[in-house]
């Protein structure tokens, strides 16, 4: 199969270590994390395209897709990238098909979540601690709206105790209403 939309490739996501790039790339859901319900409106911008179902929990790694079931098992084995509290973390997309973008939200697993269990939306901080906007509206003639290939966000990670931490990196799409979710295995020191 040919490559499709886009994943996290520094620091590696989960699927671009453990699925082929096709899959890697495919991982998508409704958008608006942590919402849980589909038909929603952007606040920003009420003209984009309202969200397709999300992941339920317990699906949020594979985005529901049965081709990367094995993305949602429970466990500390995952390959982790080493991190500290509060140091910058440069966080690469790569695109294979463009989509009009309207925002890329990054989320952590909360202080002392359980890695024994399904990542759930109650084991992530409700709100992204790294956010990027693009302003652009209507999405259908806005021309800023693509971001460039490859795309690099600087964000400084939360305060955690040492341990297994899990970051959520979604990149809304504006013109449909879907995301793209990727997690990434960190390992706080």
């Excluded at 991982?27 to 929603?40: D, V």
């Excluded at 952007?42 to 395209?49: H, I, R, Y």
């Excluded at 302003?135 to 341990?163: C, F, I």
Aim: charged share 20%; net charge negative; no cysteine.
């Amino acid at each position: 199969m040919q490559p499709r939309h886009g994943a996290v490739s520094s620091p590696p996501s989960r699927a671009q270590l453990y699925l082929e790039s096709w899959q890697a790339n495919g991982l998508e859901a409704g958008k608006f994390f942590p919402a849980n319900q589909a038909g929603l409106r952007d606040p920003f911008a009420p003209d984009d395209v309202v969200n397709a179902e999300p992941p339920a929990d317990g699906q949020i790694a594979s985005a529901g897709k049965d081709f990367a079931a094995s993305l949602d098992e429970v466990g500390t084995d995952w390959k982790k990238h080493l991190v500290t509290s509060g140091q910058n973390l440069e966080l690469t997309w790569g695109f294979h098909a463009p989509h009009k973008t309207r925002r890329f939200n990054y989320f952590l697993t909360k202080d002392g979540w359980d890695p024994t269990q399904p990542l759930s939306r109650a084991q992530f901080d409700t709100e992204p601690f790294h956010s990027v906007q693009l302003n652009g509206q209507p999405y259908w003639s806005a021309d800023d709206l693509v971001p460039k290939e490859p795309t690099t966000h600087t964000m400084r990670l939360p305060q955690r105790s040492a341990g297994h931490q899990v970051l959520l990196a979604v990149w809304e799409v504006a013109d449909t209403g879907h995301a793209f979710y990727q997690v990434i295995d960190l390992q706080y020191t």
